[in-house]
């Protein structure tokens, strides 16, 4: 069964970093397509950026292109997301999910299994 498992959330200041990792276990890490996306309080889940398969092909949202940095290293089975320049609208819950499809998609519906997700808190 495959697993997911992030890590790295927290509290940081406006302006400041943090790098989520999620380390996928029980499957073969290469079949999936991950992505990041995010949850805030009263608010529907959102795409934040995603990699394909390969990692040759990454993909933000505006509201994060440019601060964030989504990578993968297939020989250990992880994704990352390095978030810089973090605002006060980033605070959410953020998830990893992995994805079978032949093509990447932005839609949550389309990913097949999903970590328990990492509170990410920046203080306004």
């Known amino acids: 069964q495959v697993q997911l498992a992030e890590s790295g959330g927290g509290l940081v200041q406006a302006g400041g970093s943090l790098r989520l990792s999620c380390l996928v276990s029980g499957g073969t890490f290469t079949l999936y397509h991950m992505g990041w996306f995010r949850q805030a309080p009263g608010k529907e889940r959102e795409p934040v950026a995603r990699?394909?398969?390969?990692?040759?092909?990454?993909y933000y949202a505006d509201s994060v292109k440019g601060r964030f940095t989504i990578s993968r290293d297939n020989a250990k089975n992880t994704v990352t997301l390095q978030m810089n320049s973090l605002k006060p609208e980033d605070t959410a819950v953020y998830y990893c999910a992995a994805d079978r499809s032949v093509l990447s998609s932005q839609y949550a519906s389309a990913y097949d299994y999903w970590g328990q997700g990492t509170q990410v808190t920046v203080p306004s």
């Open positions: 990699i394909s398969k390969s990692g040759a092909s990454t």
